[in-house]
């Protein structure tokens, strides 16, 4: 069964960074998509971040584009959500996701990790 184990989230106020990490279990990261979603309360769950591990392509929401970065690790089995500059806006839970398939399209359609809660301080 593949599964997936976010970590990372926290407390920290406007400005600050926060790294986010996805680490999964029972499947390789190679040539898969994992990405990054996130749910603030009263909202609906939006994408954040895709990548797909072999080719290290790389996609973002309009809305994080030149403050959050999105890596892969092979050798960890692991992939990273670098987030810079947070704001208020950003206080959500975090998911990370897979797909078997190497496409940002289907990301999230093999299987969902827990959520990791990130909090932004004014």
């Known amino acids: 069964e593949v599964q997936l184990q976010a970590s990372g989230g926290g407390v920290v106020q406007a400005g600050g960074s926060l790294r986010l990490s996805c680490a999964a279990s029972?499947?390789?990261?190679?040539?898969?998509?994992i990405g990054w979603f996130r749910q603030a309360p009263g909202n609906v769950r939006e994408a954040v971040a895709c990548i797909t591990t072999r080719s290290r392509k790389s996609e973002y929401a309009d809305f994080v584009k030149g403050r959050f970065a999105i890596s892969s690790d092979f050798a960890k089995n692991t992939v990273f959500l670098q987030m810079n500059n947070l704001q208020p806006a950003d206080t959500a839970v975090y998911y990370c996701?897979?797909?078997?398939?190497?496409?940002?399209?289907?990301?999230?359609?093999?299987?969902w990790g827990q959520g990791t809660l990130v909090t932004v301080s004014s």
């Open positions: 029972s499947f390789t990261f190679d040539d898969r998509a």
């Open positions: 996701a897979a797909s078997l398939d190497p496409y940002c399209t289907v990301v999230g359609s093999t299987t």
